[in-house]
């Protein structure tokens, strides 16, 4: 097939492309997640580590002229941020829900703050790697052009299910997370342990943010994120805890994400907004459909107060 | 039996034990928020900002005189309504954060009603648009607390799934069938008209919305500490399974409890379209509902509370006009100074019973 328009087959096709796209920052940010919750502590503070990701990415970048080192930043800015949240968190009576919102507040206000002077000028992009050279069709080609991010994410998924099955490190985690009892007996750091797990799941928060900024859209801007951070925390659930899984579900949810534009590009225009809200509808139903109030969700972390 | 330390006969001891602990709720709360004003002051130090300059701004923009105490008042109408949204859940124990879904949603359902009455007296209107807000409010944040009910979703996740979705929904009917054909640049539904606004407090340029506020706080107040209703939901707050145990209506509980924060929360949404913009658009999403959480928090859920809590975030929120003309300071300001609060509230939990002049002696 030759020519530019693929009629309706445009849509499965920016469907998918959409999904490849637009998954990115839910890999990242769910895989995080993933990290800080095995270790019993959820961190609904992603939403703000998203935005401040994406902004310091999006300045280094500029600032720097090299996009990897805004890569870089944006995962140094959360995982600052995972180790505030960790810190304030280890502090007794404190309850790690409620400084998660604190943390999505204020990582969303001291990011526009500061993220201000870059709205105007344009910083060099994460490159693309063009998988659809074989196609003369120009959105063939186009929705075929992957991010080098994705593709980290997509390698990161199952060395992250390795890590957690097969080594030393895995084994910790996931002790501290079942049981805080169990772990201290066995005389691990409880509150080291979940420092660590809480700041590498802002990193990878914040280099899911970056992608916003570097890649897609592609620009610094206020209304860059909108509840990705929340829905990716929400996927991990529906994701049983499980990386892969997680890797399956962001490309759903991104499926969903990118419904709206795809229609709007064949000229349906009619219920945009609602096509926007796709993925926080599925998520909603999807959390209705596996959550249960009798009995606790199979592969959850017995210390995670969320599923309780 | 062991002697508890509150004895209830040594009504000198007693007393000395409430003071006590009125002032630690008072006094933990003021700590939090002057650390948070410190680091603040540091924050716009480092960006290149004399501190002092900004704090006396900021009393000027917020209390400085009778117009600027006016902007403040009329900002922290919705922050009471918003925190009541927050406040009443955490009665049960269940942090929803959803009250800016329920707030768009609420002004969205008064301007429908609006569309649809054209022609009543302004009074029907009013009342018209306020119940209409109200339902919409109620049914969106008892949505969320009914899922955490039946289905084990987690309150917090699912209540701000609905703020994206309450969005949309808005987004979709604004531009589409209730807009305002003369609306060109920004979407609008037609305004409700004049003689149909929320009026002003006799004397001053603060609507009604505040009184609407205040008198929701104390039936909040009354419901909570005065009721069995409330006494059944402090209990289920302290422990789900002693409610169940005792037969307490857990759900009903629950979902009683989520609408009427799912109310307030609306209401909201029809005085800030009834009293402020005349029409629902776009500057009705302008993060009420999440300010509200903090109120609810620095309150610490007591709705007596929430109403001097709000006027203080009001009044951060009104200098924030001033911060940006004179000191150049983005708007985003009033945001990190608002998460810089709330950060440090959080962190003060730790000094209940640990501030030495006010722990209790042991005896």
């Given at each position: ?23 990115t920052p ?9 990290i ?52 304030i ?12 919102i ?7 206000g ?15 992009n994460?490159?693309s790697i ?26 990161l998924?199952p ?55 570097l ?9 860059l994120s909108s509840?990705q951070?929340?829905?990716?925390v929400?996927l ?27 229609l ?16 926080y509808?599925?998520?909603l139903?999807i959390?209705?459909l ?7 969700l ?11 | 039996?062991?002697a ?21 709720a008072?006094?933990?709360p ?8 410190v ?8 960006a ?8 006396s ?7 400085g005189?009778?117009?600027s ?23 049960l124990?269940?942090v929803?954060?959803?009250?800016e879904?329920?707030?768009v949603i ?6 429908a ?36 009910h ?7 996740i ?10 949309a ?15 060109l640049?920004?979407p609008?539904?037609?305004?409700i ?35 069995t ?12 399974k002693?409610?169940?145990m ?25 005085v ?10 776009a ?12 109120v ?7 709705p ?51 501030l ?8």
């Open positions: 097939m030759s020519g530019d328009l693929l009629g309706w087959w445009g849509v499965p096709l920016a469907v998918l492309a959409g999904a490849i796209r637009v998954s839910f890999l990242f940010v769910s895989l995080g997640e993933c800080t919750e095995k270790s019993g502590r959820i961190n609904l503070g992603l939403e703000g580590t998203l935005v401040m990701g994406a902004m310091s990415g999006y300045a280094v970048s500029y600032l720097s002229g090299s996009p990897w080192l805004g890569v870089l930043a944006a995962g140094g800015a959360g995982a600052l941020f995972g180790i505030l949240h960790a810190l968190c280890s502090l007794p009576r404190v309850n790690d829900i409620a400084v998660g604190a943390l999505m507040l204020f990582g969303i001291l990011a526009f703050f500061l993220g201000k002077p870059f709205i105007q000028p344009q910083a060099p994460l490159p063009p998988f659809g050279w074989w196609s003369d069709n120009a959105q063939v080609r186009d929705a075929l052009r992957v991010n080098a991010l994705f593709i980290i994410g997509v390698i998924a060395v992250l299910l390795w890590c957690f099955r097969n080594t030393r490190w895995g084994l910790i985690l996931r002790t501290v997370g079942d049981s805080a009892d169990a772990a201290r007996a066995l005389g691990y750091a409880i509150g080291r342990v979940r420092l660590i797990a809480t700041a590498c799941g802002g990193f990878l928060a914040g280099v899911g943010g970056s992608f916003l900024s890649s897609y859209p592609g620009s610094w801007s206020e209304g509840g951070g929340i829905t990716a929400a991990v659930i529906f994701a049983r805890w499980n990386p892969m899984l997680c890797f399956w579900a962001s490309l759903l949810f991104g499926g969903a994400a990118a419904l709206g534009p795809a709007q590009s064949v000229g349906i225009t009619q219920g945009y907004y609602l096509f926007n809200a796709a993925p509808v599925l998520t139903l959390m209705i596996t959550c249960s109030r009798d009995r606790t199979a592969g959850a972390p017995g210390e995670l107060g969320v599923t309780r | 039996m062991e508890s330390p509150v004895r209830i006969d040594d009504s000198a001891a007693h007393w000395q034990d409430i003071l006590r602990g009125a002032t630690e008072v006094a933990v003021v700590l939090a928020v002057l650390a948070a004003l680091l603040f002051g540091l924050f716009v130090t480092i290149g900002v004399d501190p002092f300059d900004t704090y701004l900021m009393y000027a923009g917020a209390f005189s009778w117009f105490w006016q902007n403040t008042l009329t900002r922290a109408a919705p922050l009471i309504l918003t925190a009541l949204c927050c406040a009443l859940p955490a009665q124990g269940m929803v954060i959803g009250g879904g329920a707030l609420g002004g969205l359902a008064a301007a009603i609006a569309m649809a009455l054209p022609d009543s007296a302004p009074l029907v209107l009013q009342i018209a648009m306020a119940i209409a807000a109200m339902a919409a409010g109620a049914a969106w944040v008892a949505l969320a607390g009914g899922l955490r039946w289905r084990g979703v987690n309150e917090t699912a209540s701000l799934l609905l703020v994206y979705i309450a969005v929904v808005f987004n979709q009917l604004v531009e589409g069938v209730l807009r305002d054909p003369a609306s640049n920004k609008s539904t037609p305004h008209g004049d003689a149909n606004m929320l009026t002003t407090i006799p004397g001053t340029d603060i609507h009604w919305g505040l009184a609407y506020g205040v008198i929701a706080c104390l039936l909040a107040y009354i419901l909570i500490y005065r009721t209703f409330g006494f059944g939901m402090r209990v289920a707050g302290g422990n789900v002693a409610a169940r005792v037969g307490l209506p857990v759900g009903r509980l629950v979902l009683v409890a989520c609408g009427l924060a799912g109310a307030a929360a609306g209401l909201a949404g029809m800030e379209v009834a009293a402020v913009h005349g029409k629902a658009n500057s009705l999403i302008v993060g009420y509902g999440y300010t509200g959480i903090l609810a928090f620095l309150a610490r859920h007591n007596l509370a929430i109403v001097p809590v709000a006027i203080l975030l009001g009044g951060i929120g009104a200098s924030g006009g001033l911060l940006q003309r004179r000191l150049g300071l983005p708007d985003a300001t009033v945001l990190v100074l608002q998460g810089l609060i709330f950060i440090a509230i959080l962190t003060s939990e730790v000094l209940y019973g640990r030495p002049w006010l722990k209790r002696k042991p005896s």
